[in-house]
């Protein structure tokens, strides 16, 4: 079936502009992530987001960075007044809790990413 | 909280030869680890993972990677490099049972050298 999409696929936009960035996951699966991968800093968790819960909001680096998920699917990361810094792959994943008896297992399937470039 | 160290962000090694990628966790609970693979312009894609059950697991594309308490690690090896398997590879772990954060180490380069 399909996976986890993410478009664009690029953005280039000039510093102080705002970005949606936006995520489809593998239908059916609950929880979804957002991460940042920067050149050598490996990949820094953003938000998460798991069925109706709060979101785990935990890894915004700043206000300026906000995310929603409209009807437990699709995904929009938000950067406002977007900085030099800013500029990163901000990568896509969505997984399926599940497992037997009290032991939840789960593995993430990752989207290809949008490159953010800020100018 | 947990955490993953991965020694050495670039490792190179010949056609044929054995591949070691390091990975180190610190955990406050009983872990679940990761390894996810990363081809160039595309997502991670995940090669194998531990979940408390056999210690030596196996994965796709000939790794395998063995879970040792006693040294808190999780290296990641494949017997024989080949040319496809130059990508970046990523530790990641997490805390078992409910939701628990993936935390990811910050990646090893393998370049595979004819």
């Known amino acids: 079936g399909a996976g986890v999409s993410q478009s664009p696929s690029n953005k280039v936009t000039e510093k102080g502009k705002d970005v949606e960035l936006r995520c489809d996951p593998i239908s059916g699966h609950t929880a979804l992530y957002w991460y940042r991968q920067s050149l050598g800093q490996g990949l820094e968790f953003l938000i998460y987001f798991q069925g109706n819960s709060a979101p785990d909001k935990s890894g915004l680096p700043s206000d300026r960075f906000s995310a929603e998920r409209t009807g437990g699917s699709v995904s929009t990361l938000t950067i406002q007044r977007t900085q030099q810094e800013d500029s990163a792959v901000y990568l896509c994943?969505?997984?399926?809790?599940?497992?037997?008896?009290?032991?939840?297992?789960?593995?993430?399937?990752f989207g290809p990413g949008t490159r953010l470039t800020v100018t | 909280a947990q955490s993953v160290t991965q020694l050495g962000s670039h490792v190179s090694v010949s056609e044929g030869a054995l591949v070691l990628l390091r990975c180190n966790y610190s955990?406050?609970?009983?872990?679940?680890l990761f390894w996810y693979v990363q081809y160039p312009n595309q997502g991670l894609q995940l090669l194998l993972k531990?979940?408390?059950?056999?210690?030596l697991v196996k994965g796709i594309n000939g790794f395998e990677a063995e879970f040792k308490k006693s040294e808190t690690s999780f290296h990641l090896t494949k017997p024989s490099a080949h040319m496809s398997d130059a990508a970046e590879y990523f530790c990641a772990v997490s805390g078992s049972g409910g939701y628990q954060k993936v935390t990811f180490g910050t990646g090893t380069k393998l370049q595979v050298i004819p």
């Open positions: 955990s406050s609970v009983p872990p679940y």
């Open positions: 994943a969505s997984s399926l809790l599940g497992g037997s008896g009290h032991r939840l297992v789960y593995e993430q399937y």
């Open positions: 531990y979940t408390s059950a056999a210690t």
